[in-house]
């Protein structure tokens, strides 16, 4: 379903001090993990993942970007246009 964006989410990232080997969040590789990040609506916490550093990297360039191509809708299943 297809809704206006009103408030983009705000997206942090926090690095681990030691690594820790498990499944990455993002592609499901076993490697060493060694980011967390946590996506915020509103100020409030909606959702995080932990990720091997070749996601965190590629999520981290794909948030510096100013324009929102699209953005999951979580309260009604589907993305919505930026």
């Known amino acids: 379903m297809l809704s206006e964006v009103k408030a983009l989410s705000e997206v ?6 030691q ?3 498990m499944k990455c969040e993002c592609c499901d590789r076993s490697t060493f993990i060694e980011v967390k990040m946590f996506v915020a609506r509103e100020g409030r916490l909606v959702g995080d993942l932990e990720l091997c550093s070749s996601c965190a990297e590629l ?9 929102v191509v699209r953005e999951w809708d979580f309260s009604s299943g589907g993305e919505s246009l930026g």
């Open 59 to 67: 999520l981290q360039q794909a948030v510096a970007r100013e324009n």
């Open 19 to 21: 690594p820790k080997k």
């Open 12 to 17: 942090s990232f926090l690095t681990f001090s």
